[in-house]
């Protein structure tokens, strides 16, 4: 383009070269030069936008590579047009139509905000022509790039929902909850639903659990993740979420359960390493009677219909919980992977035992004989914790800790867990328990990639949460 600067000064020269001004004139040059400037800076802007206009028409339109991001159907988007590669200048690019867009239900160019908005079900590659104007300092220039635009169907969309055969045993209900509150004010859930890949194979749940509460003031969680490999596995989890959680009933609500806590509160008030000792013999003693006559069951129901044992394989994470003056009593067992967690928001989890990893991913132990053989091993996966006060006690199945924990380190980041019960908090802080549970159940579809397993959910709250009357009197 022209500068208005570098041509006054070249005419200026000429003018006085012509006239022959003698280099010792007092004729002053720079004056001139100032005020032709002045006179002239508008004809020359004049110029420079007739000539701006004019390069829009006369220069070859600009063929420039652009792209957008993939669209998923069903899914409200907005999205920019990516300039991947310009001119040497600095300018900008305005698009004003997208040829092509037509072929597309619902997607249409907002030229305004330069974006392309909308909703489609259309699935499929496109061939898209962009059209526009590129504006530098000096010039305008016409665009015209061609591009293409891919719609891919919503991956949830892809899940087949298929029943299972009739004619299997032991059939199972896809999805299940339970909810009840406590003499003593304790809020206990549970939900347990199928997951997207066996819907999509058409395979019963596997997944079992259960949550009870005792005159005697004991709460008890069970949750069981049944092999998916093994064909009977969901009997297998039913059987040992049920015998587990009766026996544990059965022998707290006796004398030796009023033993065990009465150990529990001498051990406190003075402690000692022979009532230590005596303790862990106590609720090793009750929790392995638990754990134990759920796999003889298993072995009896598998000697029953002359199957294999293997094929009941299941997980088994197993909680008794009971209020004291004093503080809360919480023992368990645990077997497999999954979690079984004490939450204290912002401050602290502490993990009730190690999940069972295998050589490969989703590997994992099952309750076998072997694991009873093992004293040491035994006493591993068997923890008795008295503490102050929690936020809640977690036992989810791997289709749960698997999604919010990627590795076992997670699962004692205070922070993940934080992250996990900023979205339960909301759920199940409802003054409706039954309200709490509806929620809880339906939580349990969250979409979570590479996570499609059955999920199964239970939770000991320690407190009500206080109605918006009784916050507005306070």
Same mark, same amino acid.
């Given at each position: 383009?022209?500068?208005?600067?570098?041509?006054?000064?070249?005419?200026?020269?000429?003018?006085?070269?012509?006239? &022959?001004?003698?280099?010792?004139?007092?004729?002053?040059?720079?004056?001139?030069?100032?005020?032709?400037?002045?006179?002239?800076?508008?004809?020359?802007?004049?110029?420079?936008?007739?000539?701006?206009?004019? !390069?829009?028409?006369?220069?070859?339109?600009?063929?420039?590579?652009?792209?957008?991001?993939?669209?998923?159907?069903?899914?409200?988007?907005?999205?920019? /047009?990516?300039?991947?590669?310009?001119?040497?200048?600095?300018? !900008?690019?305005?698009?004003?139509?997208?040829?092509?867009?037509?072929?597309?239900?619902?997607?249409?160019?907002?030229?305004?905000?330069?974006?392309?908005?909308?909703?489609?079900?259309?699935?499929?590659?496109?061939?898209?022509? @962009?059209?526009?104007?590129?504006? %530098?300092?000096?010039?305008?220039?016409?665009?015209?790039?061609?591009?293409?635009?891919?719609?891919?169907?919503?991956?949830?969309?892809?899940?087949?929902? /298929? $029943?299972?055969?009739? @004619?299997?045993?032991?059939?199972?209900?896809? &999805?299940?909850?339970?909810?009840?509150?406590?003499?003593?004010?304790?809020?206990?859930?549970?939900?347990?639903?199928?997951?997207?890949?066996?819907?999509?194979?058409?395979?019963?749940?596997?997944?079992?659990?259960?949550?009870?509460?005792?005159?005697?003031?004991? !709460?008890?969680?069970?949750?069981?993740?049944? @092999?998916?490999?093994?064909?009977?596995?969901?009997?297998?989890?039913?059987?040992?979420?049920?015998?587990?959680?009766?026996?544990?009933?059965?022998?707290? !609500?006796?004398?030796?359960?009023?033993?065990?806590?009465?150990?529990?509160?001498?051990?406190?008030?003075?402690?000692?390493?022979?009532?230590?000792?005596?303790?862990?013999?106590?609720? #090793?003693?009750?929790?392995?009677?638990? @754990?134990?006559?759920?796999?003889?069951?298993?072995?009896?129901?598998?000697? #029953?219909?002359?199957?294999?044992?293997?094929?009941?394989?299941?997980?088994?994470?197993?909680?008794?919980?009971?209020?004291?003056?004093?503080?809360?009593?919480?023992?368990?067992?645990?077997?497999?992977?999954?979690?079984?967690?004490?939450?204290?928001?912002?401050?602290?989890?502490?993990?009730?035992?190690?999940?069972?990893?295998?050589?490969?991913?989703?590997?994992?132990?099952?309750? %076998?004989?072997?694991?009873?053989?093992?004293? #040491? &091993?035994?006493?591993?996966?068997?923890?008795?914790?008295?503490? $102050?006060?929690?936020?809640?006690?977690?036992?989810?199945?791997?289709?749960?800790?698997?999604?919010?924990?990627?590795?076992?380190?997670?699962?004692?980041?205070?922070?993940?867990?934080? &992250?996990?019960?900023?979205?339960?908090?909301?759920?199940?802080?409802?003054?409706?328990?039954?309200?709490?549970?509806?929620?809880?159940?339906?939580?349990?579809?969250?979409? %979570?990639?590479?996570?499609?397993?059955?999920?199964?959910?239970?939770?000991?709250?320690?407190?009500?949460? /206080?109605?918006?009357?009784?916050?507005?009197?306070?």
């Amino acid at each position: 383009m022209i500068d208005y600067n570098e041509y006054v000064e070249s005419a200026i020269k000429k003018f006085l070269d012509e006239i &022959e001004v003698e280099k010792n004139s007092t004729f002053d040059s720079g004056n001139l030069k100032d005020e032709l400037k002045e006179e002239l800076e508008p004809i020359f802007k004049k110029i420079e936008l007739k000539l701006q206009k004019m !390069s829009k028409e006369l220069l070859q339109p600009l063929e420039v590579k652009v792209k957008i991001n993939n669209l998923i159907a069903g899914q409200e988007f907005e999205q920019d /047009i990516m300039v991947l590669d310009g001119t040497k200048e600095d300018g !900008s690019f305005y698009f004003e139509k997208i040829e092509g867009l037509e072929k597309i239900n619902g997607v249409s160019w907002d030229v305004e905000q330069q974006k392309l908005i909308g909703k489609t079900t259309d699935t499929g590659d496109f061939k898209l022509v @962009a059209y526009g104007t590129f504006t %530098s300092s000096k010039y305008q220039q016409k665009i015209e790039s061609a591009f293409r635009l891919t719609v891919i169907p919503d991956p949830r969309s892809l899940w087949k929902n /298929i $029943e299972p055969n009739e @004619a299997l045993p032991y059939p199972k209900s896809h &999805e299940v909850s339970d909810s009840l509150t406590t003499e003593d004010n304790l809020r206990l859930l549970f939900s347990s639903k199928r997951g997207r890949s066996h819907a999509h194979n058409g395979t019963f749940r596997d997944d079992d659990g259960r949550i009870v509460s005792t005159p005697s003031g004991w !709460s008890i969680l069970c949750v069981a993740d049944g @092999a998916g490999s093994c064909s009977l596995s969901r009997e297998g989890s039913r059987i040992a979420t049920k015998t587990a959680t009766d026996i544990l009933i059965e022998l707290l !609500s006796s004398s030796r359960g009023d033993e065990f806590v009465n150990t529990v509160l001498n051990n406190i008030n003075e402690p000692s390493l022979k009532l230590q000792k005596n303790l862990q013999e106590k609720v #090793e003693g009750i929790m392995n009677s638990s @754990a134990y006559q759920a796999l003889k069951d298993i072995y009896k129901k598998a000697q #029953e219909i002359n199957q294999p044992v293997k094929e009941f394989s299941t997980t088994l994470l197993l909680t008794a919980h009971k209020k004291l003056e004093e503080g809360h009593l919480i023992i368990s067992f645990w077997i497999g992977d999954g979690v079984i967690a004490i939450y204290d928001k912002n401050r602290t989890v502490k993990i009730l035992g190690e999940p069972d990893g295998g050589e490969f991913a989703g590997q994992t132990r099952f309750l %076998s004989h072997d694991i009873f053989q093992n004293q #040491e &091993e035994l006493s591993q996966r068997i923890s008795i914790n008295f503490i $102050e006060n929690f936020t809640a006690i977690i036992l989810a199945t791997d289709g749960i800790s698997d999604p919010f924990f990627q590795t076992d380190e997670d699962l004692n980041k205070i922070e993940k867990w934080d &992250e996990l019960w900023k979205e339960l908090s909301t759920i199940v802080e409802q003054e409706d328990i039954s309200m709490a549970e509806k929620n809880l159940l339906e939580w349990l579809d969250f979409w %979570s990639i590479g996570n499609h397993d059955d999920r199964t959910v239970a939770l000991l709250l320690p407190n009500n949460p /206080i109605s918006k009357e009784e916050s507005d009197v306070k």
